[in-house]
């Protein structure tokens, strides 16, 4: 390039010589180089011929990583940067998926354990025994175990539901291997002093436990997605910016100038950057 330009500037001396050397250097083209180590095709519409590097927008790294982690550093050209934001996106989305399916498949399981090991009618009747209130008036029950006890049955069998008959003491009465009677109203003081438990409701309660954990560490992946989403958009945007202020476009030209009702021709050098 410093050879073409002197080249230029002799052969533009030479031309001068021949003429008027103001009116020359007011037709010539500007002769504008970029100072990178890759440089674009020149511009041929120009009036001048240009080489340089286009900067690149840090909206566009922002969004395109924002989208899919590493496509801002792709845009950017940083391919290792980019591999390693993919790398803990798929990670982050396998383990999630691994994590809810076992997750899922250990509900299932402790559900169907409950079920069969679990009676809501041997429940009530445990209640209606220690009040004295009639087995089949659910409404009367349902009230004596409000006055009586920390939580209420679920009318219906949903999360609550199964999470309440393994954690709290007053539901150790519907599983059926903790009563072989049915138990008298001074039951109930002594199984809350003492805390009695059921084998199998303790079974059910790990069951539960592992299940819930692996739905926690569902959720965690779901957050380092979220948090690889934004690192790799911020860093993307930081790149850009860096990138872009490296550029530095230089301009070197023969301007005409006036001075004293004289005109003369200066050589002139423009940097931007």
């Not at 199964?162 to 954690?167: D, H, L, P, V």
């Not at 069951?207 to 790799?232: E, G, P």
């Amino acid at each position: 390039m410093k050879k073409v330009l002197l080249a230029a500037l002799v052969g533009l001396a030479a031309v001068a010589n021949a003429g008027d050397w103001h009116d020359f250097i007011l037709a010539s083209p500007h002769t504008r180089l970029a100072l990178a180590d890759t440089l674009a095709a020149p511009d041929s519409s120009a009036e001048a011929a240009v080489y340089e590097i286009a900067p690149k927008m840090p909206a566009k790294a922002l969004l395109l990583s924002a989208v899919v982690p590493g496509a801002g550093q792709i845009y950017d050209g940083s391919w290792l940067k980019a591999l390693g934001f993919l790398g803990v996106e798929a990670a982050s989305w396998y383990f999630y998926s691994d994590y809810q399916s076992k997750g899922k498949d250990i509900e299932t399981e402790y559900e169907k354990y409950a079920d069969t090991n679990w009676s809501e009618a041997q429940y009530w009747q445990a209640i209606a025994s220690m009040s004295g209130k009639p087995a089949g008036d659910i409404e009367a029950l349902r009230e004596w175990e409000h006055l009586n006890f920390s939580h209420g049955l679920h009318l219906t069998k949903d999360q609550q539901y199964y999470e309440m008959i393994g954690k709290y003491n007053q539901f150790n009465y519907g599983w059926n291997d903790i009563y072989t009677t049915t138990p008298s109203p001074t039951d109930k003081m002594t199984y809350l002093k003492e805390q009695i438990r059921s084998p199998r409701r303790l079974y059910y309660e790990t069951r539960r436990d592992a299940s819930n954990r692996n739905f926690k560490h569902a959720t965690t992946c779901l957050t380092v997605v979220i948090l690889n989403h934004m690192t790799s958009a911020l860093e993307a945007v930081w790149t850009v910016s860096c990138h872009n202020r490296e550029i530095a476009a230089a301009q070197l030209y023969f301007e005409p100038l006036q001075q004293d009702a004289k005109r003369y021709t200066a050589l002139t050098l423009r940097v931007d950057w």
